[in-house]
């Protein structure tokens, strides 16, 4: 473990991280057990990465929790879900504030029942003055939602005169989105060998390097973190430049 956290290079960290994940359910099946044991394994993976990013000094670091499109699930899952959220919230929320952790939600929030909304709304109070790492959960949340919600509340600004239509740039589009003060992840990883963004920060993806692994969530744990961040660090961004214009200069 510590060999592969030596070979990460600490001045090039991604400030932000982002995390589908994905596998809790087969990963219980495939034990015999139902999928909700594999979602209250999750929470220790949950547990184990964010310590292991506030410990790298990693600023942002987003968890996808819950898309809109999973309130579809069977309802027993969805309760079981909910659940599980806030009696984890109730058990972290004060070593999250011993950690100087932040925590921050992105989704359709009026989508979570009551008792789910008002046990978030506590955390997020609990713990707003933290500066060390953001925690960003996305709850209920998916990339179209967000955008369709960004286009509505552009639409009523122009509408009440507030904004004209000219000077929508990209900046404002970025203000409009739930993640307007955060940067865009540098690195998205997903877990349990699905490969697909699944209605996840689909804006804020754009040029982010992508991360596959087949390990599913529940078994996924700081070593595997880090050899997410070594792959990245062997990357090269280009951003639609050439090979050669990213060369930095020979410095003297
Ligand atoms: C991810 O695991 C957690 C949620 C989507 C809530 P899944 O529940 O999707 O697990 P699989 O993909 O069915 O194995
Ligand atoms: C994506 O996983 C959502 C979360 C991990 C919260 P899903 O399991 O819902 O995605 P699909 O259905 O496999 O694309
Ligand atoms: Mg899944």
């Not at 659940?83 to 979570?112: A, P, W």
């Not at 970025?174 to 963004?197: H, K």
């Not at 699944?198 to 996924?220: G, H």
């Not at 090269?236 to 020979?250: A, D, L, N, Y």
């Amino acid at each position: 473990m510590s060999q592969l956290l030596e070979k990460i290079d600490k001045n090039s960290l991604p400030r932000h991280i982002a995390i589908i994940m994905d596998g809790n359910g087969r990963w219980a099946t495939e034990k015999g057990e139902d999928r909700l044991f594999g979602h209250f394994h999750g929470v220790e993976s949950v547990r184990d990465i964010v310590e292991g990013a506030a410990e790298l000094g990693i600023e942002y670091l987003t968890l996808y929790a819950f898309s809109t499109e999973n309130w579809e699930r069977p309802e027993y899952e969805v309760v079981g879900l909910m659940e599980l959220l806030v009696s984890t919230i109730r058990k972290e929320v004060e070593s999250l504030n011993k950690n100087n952790i932040r925590l921050h939600v992105i989704g359709d929030m009026n989508m979570l029942p009551g008792y789910a909304k008002k046990e978030l709304d506590e955390a997020l109070e609990i713990t707003k003055a933290n500066s060390g790492l953001n925690l960003i959960m996305a709850l209920s949340y998916s990339g179209r939602w967000e955008l369709l919600n960004a286009v509505k509340n552009i639409a009523y600004e122009v509408k009440q005169g507030k904004l004209s239509v000219d000077s929508i740039d990209q900046d404002t589009l970025q203000r409009f989105l739930c993640t307007s003060a955060f940067p865009d992840p540098e690195l998205m990883i997903r877990t349990s060998g699905e490969y697909r963004i699944s209605n996840f920060l689909l804006y804020q993806l754009a040029y982010a390097e992508l991360y596959f692994t087949t390990v599913r969530w529940p078994d996924f744990r700081k070593e595997n973190l880090y050899e997410a961040i070594i792959d990245y660090q062997g990357r090269e961004r280009r951003f639609g430049k050439t090979s050669e214009q990213m060369e930095k200069p020979v410095s003297q």
